[in-house]
């Protein structure tokens, strides 16, 4: 068990770049989530996948942003056209099932950190 | 609307002291998660609160869960410098609120800083 592990860890980019982070989970995992956290708060949720289906995108994730598990294995999350205000940490996360129906703990990555200058 | 408050959100601690951080969800769920977080690193998974009156301990740290008064309480006996880091409490959503079944909603978290 290797954990959740995220790529890049660092990224800086101008504004007006696309970027993309990649997430593999933990090795069976069939719930993947994304969360982004700012300076001095807690992670905020973006989105979460069963196996390959997003099942729910937040609020805060506009139409700049897109995410996929195309194989129900690793992610990927797409931020196009950044702004200064996508600056965050941005944290995947996986669990076994539903952690509603089976207590499990949610695992979390390094997260990738992205500068938008 | 959906709201985790932590308090203290900075705690300055002696080494050997003892104190309790607060946790206040605003849902009905039975389910609270403890995190700790190192500047710069991910979150580190330490309790999983599955019903009311739950109590978990390891080591130093101690979790609790009144699922009636929606406030959970992480307890640290006899405080070391290494426990200095950030503390998320976050719930997890059992309804659907507006689909959000099974996510985490985070509190802002506790820095706390442990000095000899």
């Known amino acids: 068990d290797t954990g959740v592990s995220q790529d890049p860890r660092h990224k800086i980019t101008k504004r007006g770049q696309n970027v993309t982070f990649r997430c593999d989970p933990i090795s069976e995992h069939n719930r993947l989530y994304w969360y982004r956290q700012t300076l001095g708060q807690g992670p905020e949720f973006l989105t979460y996948f069963q196996n390959e289906a997003q099942l729910e995108k937040s609020r805060l994730l506009s139409d700049r942003f897109s995410a996929e598990r195309p194989k129900g294995s690793f992610s990927t999350l797409e931020i196009q056209r950044t702004e200064q205000g996508d600056s965050a940490m941005y944290l995947c996360?996986?669990?076994?099932?539903?952690?509603?129906?089976?207590?499990?703990?949610?695992?979390f990555g390094e997260g990738s950190w992205l500068t938008v200058v | 609307e959906l709201k985790v408050e932590q308090n203290p959100l900075f705690l300055s601690m002696q080494e050997g002291k003892n104190y309790t951080i607060y946790c206040n969800y605003s849902?009905?769920?039975?389910?609270l998660y403890w995190y700790r977080q190192d500047p710069g690193k991910s979150l580190e998974s330490l309790f999983v609160?599955?019903?009311?009156?739950a109590v978990k301990q390891e080591g130093r740290l101690m979790a609790s869960l009144d699922t009636k008064a929606r406030l959970s309480t992480l307890h640290i006996t006899a405080a070391v410098h290494d426990l200095s880091a950030t503390y998320f409490c976050a719930e997890l959503l059992i309804m659907n609120y507006g689909g959000s079944q099974g996510n985490l909603i985070f509190g802002k978290g506790t820095k706390l800083s442990v000095k000899p």
């Open positions: 996360a996986s669990s076994l099932v539903s952690a509603v129906h089976s207590g499990n703990t949610i695992y």
């Open positions: 609160l599955l019903s009311n009156g």
């Open positions: 849902t009905t769920s039975d389910r």
